[in-house]
């Protein structure tokens, strides 16, 4: 057998392994009353709340009459309601009720427990291979699924021309839509994106892209300088709507959390404002916590701005 063979026969058992040690073959899994699909159908609305079905299938790699049966399931049980798209009535989403939230913060618990477990006895250095080892395998197996073109959404580093400015269009037109921000809001976000790209030379800073032909459509940056003591700011967070539910905003923030973590930053810091709920899902599946929400007239309108930090490692 080459080399390769050999790898592919230790690849093979080490998955078989996991799949055991998760319990996926039990009829329960999770440490609750529900399926594998049922678990996984629950974190996907979790995060991405107002997913609708057919993207559902897509996260799931589901038939999408198999999906129809599990969420009508789910409804039946009062873990999932639809809701009406505000943006297209004759569309429906996806959002949990309150015993729903309750089963996903039971699921998050034993799961993060289960992996804290395992990784006790584990050299730091070693989880940091870990973790990006699984990321490279995972994304390989999707890959492979996706028949990946030239025309393919990518993720890329750095600054590229024209950044700044659609960076700056997509924040723009989000928050004009979501609350009514005007030209004070998007020439602070512009200035403030060209000064940080003049640091990016700096090894503690990153800037995180999804781009597709040249459009950008995705970014998310690191800051490692502007709030000092040794604290990462996380800055520019955005995901255009054509991307949500596809699982970018969660690629571009276990790039940048990663980061911290090698850089060694104690401490992870960022600002939203309060309503942004599928956002804050995300930030908090991550370890962040709210921390403050204060009033604040910044950025040319009265909002509620929410501070949220994460320790290392978290």
Request: aromatic residues 8%; charged residues 25%.
């Amino acid at each position: 057998m080459s080399i390769k063979d050999n790898l592919i026969s230790d690849i093979r058992a080490s998955s078989r392994q996991l799949v055991r040690q998760w319990g996926v073959l039990a009829k329960h899994v999770a440490g609750t009353d529900y399926s594998l699909s049922a678990v996984h159908a629950i974190l996907e609305i979790g995060l991405f709340d107002g997913i609708n079905s057919k993207d559902l299938a897509q996260a799931l790699i589901l038939e999408k009459s198999t999906v129809s049966r599990l969420v009508k399931s789910l409804v039946e049980q009062d873990l999932v309601v639809k809701v009406d798209d505000p943006a297209d009535r004759r569309k429906q989403g996806l959002t949990l009720t309150d015993k729903g939230k309750t089963l996903l913060d039971d699921i998050n618990k034993h799961a993060n427990e289960q992996v804290r477990d395992a990784l006790d006895d584990v050299d730091k250095e070693d989880i940091f291979k870990i973790a990006e080892g699984l990321r490279r395998y995972s994304d390989a197996l999707g890959h492979k699924k996706a028949q990946i073109s030239d025309c393919e959404l990518r993720i890329g580093t750095g600054y590229s021309p024209g950044l700044i400015g659609q960076i700056s269009s997509l924040h723009s037109q989000f928050y004009y839509d979501l609350v009514g921000f005007g030209s004070i809001f998007e020439g602070i976000v512009a200035s403030g994106m060209s000064e940080f790209m003049g640091r990016l030379d700096k090894p503690c800073n990153e800037f995180w892209h999804v781009c597709e032909n040249r459009k950008i459509l995705a970014s998310l940056a690191l800051d490692g300088e502007d709030l000092g003591n040794n604290i990462a700011h996380l800055r520019w967070f955005i995901v255009d709507a054509s991307l949500r539910g596809k699982g970018f905003g969660h690629k571009l923030m276990r790039s940048a959390l990663d980061f911290a973590d090698q850089t060694g930053f104690v401490e992870t810091h960022l600002s939203t404002f309060k309503g942004l709920d599928a956002a804050r899902h995300i930030y908090e599946s991550y370890g962040f916590v709210l921390t403050e929400e204060k009033a604040d007239t910044t950025w040319g309108k009265e909002v509620i701005e929410q501070q949220f930090v994460r320790k290392r490692g978290a």
